[in-house]
């Protein structure tokens, strides 16, 4: 990543960072970021709103609605996720290029491991297609 994490902009989504256990944090934090970093290099997809849904960080594009709304959170099983609207096609077409490198949750979800080192081009390709689901795409 190249730049530092934004600053957080909600008292909620700061205290909900700090709950989570720090080995998570650390992973959902880069998520964040990387979340944030590709968001500014998509002019169309505008400023990001950065709030709570489900109790969990969500990042929303409410000027322009060109994307679906990601969260972040811990699943059940451990470790940490990003999540996408389970009816869209986002994780579906994700899936289809990294079949094997992730371990996917349905149609909603990824889950890492705490100590996951991430693959930060592949899971920008993930963020990059759900901030601009609702573009219209080439034919």
Known sequence: MTSAIPAFQDPAVAARFASFPDRARKGLLTLRSLIFETAAD?????????????????????E?????????????????????????????EFQSLFPD???YE????????????????????LIRRALTYHLKQPA
């Not at 322009?64 to 996408?84: D, Q």
């Open 42 to 62: 998509l002019p169309p997809v505008g400023p990001l709103e950065e709030t709570l849904k489900w109790g969990q960080p969500a990042y929303l594009t409410p």
């Open 64 to 92: 322009t609605k060109s994307g679906s709304t990601i969260r972040l959170g811990l699943p059940k099983e451990g470790g940490f996720a990003i999540y996408v609207h389970c009816q869209t096609t986002i994780l579906s």
């Open 101 to 103: 490198d992730f371990t």
């Open 106 to 125: 349905g149609h909603r979800a990824i889950r890492f491991d705490d100590d996951a080192d991430l693959p930060q081009d592949q899971i920008g390709l």
